[in-house]
């Protein structure tokens, strides 16, 4: 055996608290910089945005 009883306990404790503490990181990271998905998605939005925008400034003359 190794050790305490507990070592095995005691690593997989401290493993974890490191991983946590990675996947907190990597959100943060990640809530910064857009997925590209979401990139696009943004795009396609403000383009629909814009679209509607000019549909709703065409002069009514033009359409007789």
């Known amino acids: 055996m190794t050790g305490h009883p507990y070592f095995h306990e005691r690593t997989h404790a401290t493993r974890s608290t490191e991983l946590q503490a990675e996947a907190r990181a990597w959100e943060r990271s ?4 857009p ?3 979401a990139q696009a998605r943004i795009r ?3 383009l629909l ?6 549909l709703v ?3 009514a003359a033009t359409a007789s």
Do not use: I
């Open 30 to 33: 990640a809530a910064r910089h």
């Open 35 to 37: 997925k590209p998905a």
């Open 44 to 46: 396609l939005g403000w």
């Open 49 to 54: 945005v814009e679209t509607g925008l000019r």
């Open 57 to 59: 400034r065409t002069p």
